[in-house]
Structures are given as structure tokens and as C-alpha cells.
């Protein structure tokens, strides 16, 4: 994480006002009742689709009402129901090369090329000409400009596998994500990645490839009738064998192996270029039902007129892994899910009531996410349906899963230095008497792996809060994620119940600066994610 910037560090300090030696806010007692109620065993552990998760919506709902929040789900209900589909392919993507000539050889699925149609493509067949972009990266800033002059309306980009050195491993995750999104923004119908000698050598094709691929699975199905999928484009993805990709580039300007040369060595450029062959591609995709699940939602207006149409979702996932079809040594089969993520959800309950008792500038929504667990399928679905008949998300504020077995000393606010949330987060951590530290493990990128990214990838800024390693925190931490991360173990007495107290206090002061933020919340101009994401910029805020 960056440092707060001078004018950041002032704007932080000017907004805070130490509490009196960490005063409680939070109910202690109430948090911990949630926390059993939701981890009992009658929840079943909270598994997307289970009367067992019906019942923890059930209660969670009851207690918003209980707060004084407002329905916020579908036809004035606390819920927002959506069905979870599973795509796949119908049959095997046919793909065959067409010379110059007119002469056709095809392509054997599974051996030389894997992939398919992406989920919202539906089925099709076209046959269009091949572009090979190089690694597809359009960063100048970089020393990437592969992009430039190149043509990929209604054709087919081949592109291969890079990882630029020496930057932010966030933005090095965005960019790998977003391969493909960038050639379909260029017009590109299809995508075939080339593997080359080099991607051989760290992994086996057969292993790797369906990996790049990245089609079917489960998603959402959209009040449309189409699963959900952030890529409009292109309708399919493919990654060619290290002997197929040698064939496409046989005779072009640069062969398989300099392209291989060039990612053993930095990533040198390599140039842009139309191939003279075509490629004819028939895909199909099939729809089965899944499951259906729920999202919990509660509405708090704000007090600010000017700012009703800037709404913050606070998010906390519910759902957890359900019951297990093989036993402990104890005969505990329920993975109650107390740490992960009751724990969450108490903690959004209670910043609801503190929230209700003095509400914001803005209107809030209290959000118990389902199926996290799944693939943050129902933050995914609600960051692209958030049902508001008037006004837009502007900011997320996610808790997941504190570990709560140690009187922790620091706090981690991911993505806080990504926008103008940042200055307003460490006032509330410095309110509440404790230091505000960067990621201490960028290597594992967690910013991706919680529900608030769902929320980024729609332009959203968030911030999701965390514990540090301090006091400690870091041995805390991997004991409990070694022995009782979605094991039955996970039970509400391995919890701390002052430190989720401790916890709550600190992200409701986080919550509570974010909803009267002056200024709307925005990416800092010189930050990546709003030219990657689109969203609102703080430029001069």
C-alpha cells in the first residue's frame, strides 16, 4: 500500500478526535449472541441453497427489521433472490485453420486447443481473420503499445501470456484478468492465447491451459434471462498447444520461438501484425440450474438531501460451506462458519443499529451477502443489480472474516490508498487509538479475494477492513487458518468476543467517516483502477 500523502496524513489528523482510551461503542453482549445464533447448529452451516442459509436469512432479516432499517430486496422484501446456473459447453468448440488458399485443416479439441464460448455468449459459428497482438497490452507507460494501428473489428486476436515487471501486484492481477476484456473492447469476436516453449517450461499445457482459458462454471443469471459475465466480448476464448501455435505463426514475422525469447527476457516488445490465415470456430453453451440463494438487504436513509443519490453498501458475506459428507474424529460434520463469517455479519448488524441511532449524510445499505463461498457470486450479482429505483453505489465497505483470538494492534484497510476513502479511514482508525499499516502480505493478493472486488470491478471504490500482524498478529492468524479455516472446528468459543467488539467499533468509525465525506467518493487520479474499472475520479478533491 502507498503512504497517505502530506496533504492525505494532514487531512487524517484533522478529522480525528481520539477516543477516551478505546470507548466501547459496540454491544458486546449482542455481537456474541449473533455470533452463536448464526454459527449454531439448527443454521446447518449457512450453505447457498440449504434451508439451513434460508433460516440465517431469516434471522438476519428479523434483526434489520428490529434496527429500524428499511426492506431494501425485491418488491419491498429484505431479500434479493437470484438464481446460481452453471454453464457449460454444450459440445466440443470446433475450430479449423483456413489457409490463404481456401484449404481447411481441422483442429483436435482437447489436444490442440482448449476453450470455448464465455458464459453469456450463448452459442455461435463465424469465420474471421486472425491478428496477432503480441502480448495485448495497450500501456505506452509501460513500453507496451501493442495495441497501436491494429484492426481486431470482427476478428481473432492471438495473443500470449506476460507479466510486466516491476509493478504493484495488484495491478499486475488486473491486467492478467483483464486480458481478454481488452481485446473485446477492440472489437475482437475471438481470443486464442499461444503457448509457447517458455509457458512450457513451467507448466504443462494440459494443466495450465484450461486455467488461461477461463469459460463455463458457475455464475449468476441476470434478471435477463443471460448468465452473468462482466466481458461483453469477445464470444470465445481459447488457448492453442505449443504445436498448434507454432503452425499459426509458421512463416509470419516472428516464429514461436522468438515469442517465447521475448518472455524469457523481460518481455521484450514484440510487434503487431495480420496472420494469413483465418480461423473457422462453432461453439455452444448450455445452461443448467444450480441453486437458489438470497442476498440480505437493509436500507438506512441519509440526513443530507444533496447526497440521496449516493449510496454506500456496507457487506458481509453469510453463507458459509454447509455440511460435510465425512465426519471429524468427534463426529462433528457441520461447518458452522463462527469466525468465517458470522463474526462478519454480527459486525454489520450492530454498525446498522450504531448507524441507525445517528445516521449519515448518506444513504447506507446493509448487505448479508450469499454463495462468497461459491466465487463471490452474490456480491458479483448485487454490484451489477443493486435494485435502487433512484441514485448509484459510490462506495463499499466489506468486512470478512476477523480473526479474533488475540488482542490485535494494528488495522489493514485494503484498497483504502486506491481513492479518496483513504484520509477517512485512518481518521477512524487513529480515532480508536490504533496504527493503520500496509498490506503485510501483497504477495497473496487479497484485495481480489473478498466480496468488496465485485464492487471495484463496477467502479466502485471500497475498502475492505482488516487485522494486522502486530502484537503477535501474524502467528494468531496462520494457527487459526491452519487448523480450523472451514473445518468444523470454526466455532464461536474460539472467539474473542471483546476483540470483535474492538473490531466492530473500528470499522463503524469507518463506515460512519465515509458517509460524510465532503467530497464523492472517488479513485485518486493517479491510481490504475479508475482506468481500468471506469467509476468516479477525485481529480481536485
Given at each position: 500500500m502507498k503512504k497517505l500523502t502530506v496533504l492525505a496524513t494532514l487531512a487524517a489528523s484533522l478529522l480525528a478526535t481520539p477516543l477516551a482510551a478505546q470507548d466501547a461503542l459496540s454491544d458486546r453482549a449482542t455481537l456474541e449472541n449473533d455470533v452463536r445464533i448464526l454459527a449454531d447448529d439448527d443454521m446447518e452451516g449457512r450453505e447457498a441453497g440449504t434451508p439451513g442459509y434460508d433460516r440465517a436469512a431469516e434471522y438476519v432479516a428479523g434483526r434489520f427489521a428490529d434496527i429500524g432499517l428499511q426492506p431494501g430486496g425485491d418488491?419491498?422484501?429484505?431479500?434479493?433472490?437470484?438464481?446460481?446456473?452453471?454453464?457449460?459447453q454444450a459440445?466440443?468448440?470446433?475450430?479449423?485453420?483456413?489457409?490463404?488458399?481456401?484449404?481447411?485443416r481441422k483442429v483436435d479439441y482437447g489436444t490442440d486447443i482448449v476453450g470455448g464460448g464465455l458464459p453469456n455468449a450463448g452459442s455461435?459459428?463465424?469465420?474471421?481473420?486472425?491478428?496477432?497482438?503480441?502480448?495485448?497490452?495497450?500501456?505506452?507507460?509501460l513500453g507496451f503499445d501493442d495495441m497501436s494501428g491494429v484492426d481486431l473489428e470482427g476478428k481473432i486476436a492471438l495473443w500470449v501470456y506476460g507479466s510486466p515487471e516491476g509493478l504493484d501486484p495488484l495491478e499486475?492481477?488486473?491486467?492478467?484478468?483483464?486480458?481478454?476484456?481488452?481485446?473485446?473492447?477492440?472489437?475482437?469476436?475471438?481470443?486464442?492465447?499461444?503457448?509457447?516453449?517458455?509457458?512450457?517450461?513451467?507448466?504443462?499445457?494440459?494443466?495450465?491451459?484450461?486455467?488461461?482459458?477461463?469459460?463455463?462454471?458457475l455464475t449468476w443469471l441476470g434478471p435477463d434471462g443471460v448468465p452473468g459475465h462482466l466481458v461483453e466480448g469477445p464470444q470465445v476464448s481459447l488457448v492453442a498447444s505449443e504445436e498448434l501455435s507454432r503452425a499459426l505463426l509458421e512463416g509470419e514475422q516472428i516464429s514461436i520461438d522468438e515469442v517465447s525469447a521475448s518472455q524469457a527476457n523481460g518481455m521484450t516488445p514484440l510487434?503487431?501484425?495480420?496472420?494469413?490465415?483465418?480461423?473457422?470456430?462453432?461453439?455452444?453453451?448450455?445452461?443448467e440450474p444450480a441453486l437458489e440463494t438470497s442476498n440480505v438487504?437493509?436500507?438506512?436513509?441519509?440526513?443530507?438531501?444533496?447526497?440521496?443519490?449516493?449510496?454506500?453498501?456496507?457487506?458481509?458475506?453469510?453463507?458459509?460451506?454447509?455440511?460435510?459428507?465425512?465426519p471429524t474424529e468427534d463426529g462433528d460434520r457441520i461447518f458452522n462458519g463462527a469466525m468465517d463469517n458470522a463474526t462478519g455479519v454480527s459486525a454489520l448488524m450492530e454498525m446498522a443499529r450504531l448507524m441507525r441511532a445517528e445516521p449519515?449524510?448518506?444513504?447506507?445499505?446493509?448487505?448479508?451477502?450469499?454463495?462468497?463461498?461459491?466465487?463471490?457470486?452474490?456480491?458479483?450479482?448485487?454490484?451489477?443489480?443493486?435494485?435502487?429505483?433512484?441514485?448509484?453505489?459510490?462506495?463499499?465497505?466489506?468486512?470478512?472474516?476477523?480473526?479474533?483470538?488475540?488482542?490485535?494492534?494494528?488495522?489493514?484497510?485494503?484498497?483504502?490508498?486506491?481513492?479518496?476513502?483513504?484520509?477517512?479511514?485512518?481518521?477512524?482508525?487513529?480515532?480508536?487509538?490504533?496504527?493503520?499499516v500496509p498490506d503485510p502480505n501483497p504477495g497473496e493478493a487479497f484485495f481480489f479475494r473478498s466480496d468488496q472486488y465485485s464492487y471495484v470491478e463496477r467502479g466502485i471504490p471500497a475498502v475492505y477492513v482488516e487485522l494486522g500482524f502486530g502484537n503477535d498478529g501474524e502467528a494468531a492468524q496462520t494457527s487459526f487458518l491452519s487448523t480450523h479455516y472451514h473445518?468444523?472446528?470454526?466455532?464461536?468459543d474460539l472467539i474473542e468476543y471483546e476483540q470483535l467488539g474492538r473490531f466492530t467499533d473500528i470499522a463503524y468509525l469507518v463506515l460512519r467517516n465515509v458517509s460524510n465525506m465532503d467530497a464523492r467518493p472517488g479513485w485518486l487520479p493517479e491510481e490504475y483502477f479508475g482506468r481500468a474499472f471506469g467509476g468516479h475520479i477525485a481529480e481536485g478533491e
Open positions: 418488491d419491498g422484501s429484505w431479500y434479493q433472490n437470484f438464481e446460481l446456473v452453471r454453464v457449460r459440445r466440443d468448440t470446433s475450430v479449423a485453420i483456413v489457409d490463404a488458399d481456401g484449404n481447411s455461435g459459428r463465424f469465420e474471421a481473420e486472425m491478428v496477432f497482438v503480441g502480448y495485448g497490452y495497450d500501456r505506452p507507460d499486475t492481477r488486473i491486467l492478467q484478468n483483464q486480458a481478454t476484456a481488452r481485446l473485446a473492447e477492440r472489437g475482437a469476436i475471438g481470443a486464442i492465447m499461444l503457448w509457447t516453449p517458455e509457458l512450457s517450461s513451467r507448466i504443462p499445457f494440459e494443466r495450465g491451459a484450461p486455467f488461461f482459458a477461463g469459460v463455463g462454471g510487434p503487431s501484425f495480420e496472420i494469413g490465415s483465418r480461423a473457422r470456430i462453432s461453439f455452444a453453451n448450455e445452461i438487504i437493509g436500507m438506512l436513509p441519509g440526513t443530507d438531501p444533496a447526497l440521496a443519490d449516493q449510496y454506500v453498501v456496507v457487506t458481509a458475506h453469510l453463507d458459509h460451506e454447509g455440511i460435510s459428507r465425512y449519515g449524510r448518506r444513504p447506507l445499505l446493509f448487505v448479508a451477502l450469499g454463495a462468497e463461498e461459491l466465487g463471490l457470486i452474490g456480491s458479483s450479482y448485487h454490484a451489477a443489480n443493486p435494485g435502487l429505483e433512484q441514485g448509484e453505489l459510490v462506495a463499499n465497505v466489506n468486512v470478512d472474516m476477523p480473526v479474533l483470538t488475540w488482542p490485535f494492534s494494528d488495522i489493514v484497510a485494503f484498497g483504502s490508498d486506491r481513492s479518496n476513502l483513504g484520509p477517512h479511514v485512518a481518521s477512524a482508525v487513529s480515532e480508536y487509538g490504533l496504527e493503520l473445518q468444523p472446528s470454526d466455532e464461536a
